[in-house]
C-alpha cells in the first residue's frame, strides 16, 4: 500500500503489470459488479472507454449522473476535475480516477490564490465558473456552469448584477456575446480548442462544400465566427444527428467523433485542422492518460482515490448543487 501510495505520487497510477492472459473487460465487468462501481466517461477518452461505461456524456451529464447514482465506488474515466467535482457532490462515497496526472490545462489556468486575488478588485460582482475548475475555484464561486448551461446559469441573475467568468476567456466571450452581458473574464483557455487554424479551417470548408463546419465555445472567436452550429459536446453530437448534412468539419476533442460515427455512421466526420499539422493536436492528452489497463487496476486496488479536506468540500458543493438545481429547472 505504501508502495502504491509511493507510485501513484510519482506516476499518476499504479504501474502494475498485467498478465496477457487477462481478459480486461471481462475483468473490469466482474469487479464493477462485485463491488457495486459505477463507471463514468467522458466523450473525450478513448472510444473503448466509453463503450465500457455505465453512463458516458458531457460535463453536465456526467456531473449529475454523479449525483444520482447510488454505486459505492465512482470510477471517473476523465480528468481531475471531474473527479473531483464527483466527490464533491458524494462525499461518502470513494471516487477513483484511473490516473491522477490526467489534469486540465483550463484548470491550471486559474491558481486560486491569484484568482482571489482578481476577485478582490471586484468586490460587488457575483462570479460565474465553469465547471473546469479546480475545487479550490470552486470555493471561491456562486455558481458553477458547463457549456450545455452556461446562458441559463448566466441569465438566471438579474441583468444589473455585474459578473466575473472563470477561467475560460473562450466560453466567456461567446456567453457575452449570446447574452449581451459584459462579464469579465478570467484570461484562461484550453489548449485543445486553442489550437485551431482559421485559415485551414477555411480551405477544408472550400474543399468541402457540401460540408457543415461544427465548433465547441471553448475555440476562440474567429473560428467560433466560421462556425455554423457552437454547442457543448452533447449539444454537438444531437445536431450531426439531426442535421440535414451528410458531412461535418468537427472543432473539438477527437473523442467525440466515436459517438458520431457510432450514431451516423454512414455520415462523414473530418477533425478540424490544428496550426501544426503533426501534432495530434485534437486529442486531449490529458484525457488520453486514460486506458483500459489503468481502469483495471484502478478497479482492482481502488486506487488512486481522490480526497479533498472537508471544508473544501462544503463550500465548493454550494455553487456545484446551485448548478444542478438551476439546470433542472
Ligand atoms: P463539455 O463536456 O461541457 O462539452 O466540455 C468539454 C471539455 O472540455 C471537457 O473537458
Ligand atoms: Fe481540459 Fe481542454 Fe482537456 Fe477538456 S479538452 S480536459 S478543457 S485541456
Redesign the pocket.
Known amino acids: 500500500m505504501e508502495n502504491f501510495v509511493e507510485m501513484i505520487r510519482e506516476k499518476g497510477f499504479i504501474d502494475e503489470p498485467v498478465h496477457p492472459d487477462v481478459r480486461l473487460v471481462e475483468e473490469i465487468n466482474r469487479l464493477r459488479k462485485e463491488k457495486n462501481a459505477v463507471i463514468l466517461s467522458h466523450y ?1 477518452v478513448e472510444g473503448i472507454l466509453q463503450d465500457i461505461a455505465d453512463y458516458v456524456g458531457d460535463s453536465l451529464g456526467l456531473s449529475q449522473a454523479a449525483a444520482s447514482t447510488d454505486a459505492d465506488i465512482i470510477v471517473f474515466v ?2 481531475h ?1 471531474m473527479a473531483e467535482t464527483a466527490k464533491i457532490i458524494n462525499p461518502s462515497k470513494k471516487v477513483i480516477l484511473p490516473d491522477m496526472k490526467a ?5 491550471d489556468s486559474a491558481p486560486a490564490e491569484k484568482f482571489e486575488a482578481f476577485k478582490a478588485q471586484y468586490p460587488d460582482h457575483k462570479v460565474i465558473s465553469y465547471i ?1 475548475c479546480t475545487a479550490e475555484l470552486k470555493t471561491l464561486t456562486d455558481v458553477i456552469c458547463t457549456s450545455a448551461n452556461a446562458v441559463k446559469i448566466v441569465e438566471s441573475f438579474p441583468k444589473d448584477q455585474p459578473l466575473i467568468f472563470a477561467p ?1 476567456k473562450n466560453l466567456g466571450n461567446y456567453i457575452n456575446s449570446l447574452t449581451g452581458r459584459d462579464m469579465v473574464l478570467w484570461d484562461g483557455a ?4 486553442e489550437q485551431y487554424s482559421v485559415e485551414k479551417i477555411a480551405a477544408l470548408m472550400d474543399q468541402h462544400p457540401d460540408a457543415e463546419f461544427i465548433a465547441h465555445p ?1 475555440c476562440e472567436k474567429p473560428v467560433l465566427i466560421l462556425a455554423e452550429f457552437i454547442g457543448s459536446t452533447t449539444a454537438l453530437l444531437n445536431h450531426v444527428q439531426k442535421s440535414q448534412a451528410n458531412k461535418f468539419i468537427v472543432a473539438t ?1 477527437s473523442g467525440i467523433l466515436h459517438q458520431m460515427m457510432k450514431a451516423c455512421p454512414e455520415k462523414i466526420f473530418i477533425p478540424a485542422p490544428s496550426v501544426d499539422s503533426t501534432c495530434g493536436c485534437n486529442d ?4 488520453k492518460l486514460n486506458s483500459l489497463q489503468k481502469l483495471y487496476i484502478c478497479l482492482k486496488h481502488e486506487m488512486p482515490e481522490i480526497t479533498l479536506p472537508q471544508e473544501v468540500i462544503e463550500k465548493a458543493k454550494v455553487p456545484i448543487f446551485r448548478m444542478l438545481e438551476i439546470s433542472s429547472r
Open positions: 473525450y476523465g480528468v476535475f489534469g486540465c490545462s483550463l484548470a473546469n475560460d484550453c489548449m485543445v480548442h471553448e476533442e486531449c492528452s490529458y484525457m
